[in-house]
Nanobody, 121 residues
Framework: QVQLVESGGGLVQAGGSLRLSCAAS????????MGWYRQAPGMKRELVAV???????NYADSAKGRFTISRDNAKNTVYLQMNSLKPEDTAVYYC???????????????WGQGTQVTVSS
């Protein structure tokens, strides 16, 4: 079993900052990528940022220049530093991991439970 546990969401005023964290735990053989998605009310879940192992980070256009994703491989933890937050960033933010349970298994997606980020104007 794998668990992704997020923390760091909350309420912040426009222009403020938040830092999200997500730790993966359990029987993990390897993690190919970790990232963050978000879902606003009535909207589809969308990519915010992803950081693959040994690859280039990828950001949504809305996140470029304001958000920074980073990863601590030793701790199986991914972070999202969000600066200059806007009301339109309000959403539930979900941690994502693409991982393998053992050397012979296929890659599969796993998701955290989500953490609410609310930006007031």
């Amino acid at each position: 079993q794998v668990q992704l546990v997020e923390s760091g969401g909350g309420l912040v005023q426009a222009g403020g900052s938040l830092r999200l964290s997500c730790a993966a735990s359990g029987s993990i053989f390897s993690i190919a990528a970790m990232g963050w998605y978000r879902q606003a009310p009535g909207m589809k879940r969308e990519l915010v940022a992803v950081i693959p192992s040994g690859g280039t980070t990828n950001y949504a256009d809305s996140a470029k220049g304001r958000f920074t994703i980073s990863r601590d491989n030793a701790k199986n933890t991914v972070y999202l530093q969000m600066n200059s937050l806007k009301p339109e960033d309000t959403a539930v933010y979900y941690c994502y991991a693409l991982l393998k349970l053992n050397a012979w298994s296929d890659l599969f997606d796993d998701w955290g439970q989500g953490t609410q980020v609310t930006v007031s104007s």
